[in-house]
């Protein structure tokens, strides 16, 4: 039982370049979400799903895509990557969308230079 | 809106020693409060959580956690520390009457246990 695995682990990107964080929860949890961690400021939510087939912003979500692609993944995209989205990515997923445990995956470090 | 602050970013005590991590919040409802464990270069692990109920709550590694309303506070503790337990720890909290599983977190504090 993996939990909740996301790819890449680490990733350099170039100023306007594109990519792609994938993440799948083996789990059957519903809702699904995605995280970046900065220094001295905690977690904050970009996107989440609350179940499959939708999708809704968080707190930080400018530059950003996410796509539910079934049950199990959830991808965030960067379209055109900027030196401030350097940062920790994290998904995460909980049963439902109602004040359930939220679990997370290992991280995603992003540096774009 | 809900916040919560960890007033302390670094907290040292010495193996064998109690330790307390502080976490204060505000939320217009119930909150929902949870401790988050992270290690290294490694995810948040969950430790305990307070939705209802007897206001100290066990958790994972001997953790525990008392909810005072009166207060707005959800401090973490342990009897006795392990060098082992040095890590960054994050209090969450939510909203319990509405706006749906969206946790805003503080900003973490270090926890460095010596021997």
């Known amino acids: 039982n993996a939990g909740v695995t996301q790819t890449p682990k680490f990733q350099v990107l170039k100023t306007g370049q594109s990519m792609t964080l994938q993440c799948a929860q083996d789990?059957?949890?519903?809702?699904m979400y995605w995280y970046r961690q900065d220094p001295g400021m905690g977690l904050r939510l970009i996107y989440y799903?609350?179940?499959?087939?939708?999708?809704d912003k968080g707190e930080v979500p400018n530059g950003y895509n996410v796509s539910r692609l079934n049950k199990r993944e959830f991808s965030l995209r960067l379209e055109s990557a900027a030196p401030s989205q350097t940062s920790v990515y994290f998904c995460?997923?909980?049963?439902?969308?109602?004040?359930?445990?939220?679990?997370f995956g290992e991280g995603s470090w992003l540096t774009v230079v | 809106a809900q916040s919560v602050a960890q007033p302390e970013d670094q907290v040292n005590v010495a193996e064998g020693n109690p330790l307390t991590v502080k976490c204060t919040y505000s939320?217009?409802?119930?909150?929902?409060l949870f401790w988050y464990v992270q290690y290294p270069n490694r995810g948040l692990q969950f430790l305990l959580k307070?939705?209802?109920?007897?206001?100290l709550v066990k958790g994972s590694y001997g953790f525990e956690a008392e909810f005072n309303k009166s207060q707005t506070s959800f401090h973490l503790k342990k009897p006795s520390a392990l060098v082992s337990d040095s890590a960054l720890y994050f209090c969450?909290?939510?909203?319990?009457?509405?706006?749906?599983?969206?946790?805003?977190f503080g900003t973490g504090t270090q926890l460095k246990v010596e021997l």
């Open positions: 995460a997923s909980s049963e439902s969308y109602s004040g359930n445990t939220i679990y």
């Open positions: 789990m059957n949890h519903n809702s």
């Open positions: 799903s609350a179940s499959e087939g939708t999708t």
């Open positions: 939320v217009s409802g119930n909150p929902y």
């Open positions: 307070y939705i209802t109920g007897d206001n």
């Open positions: 969450a909290v939510r909203d319990g009457a509405g706006g749906g599983n969206k946790l805003t």
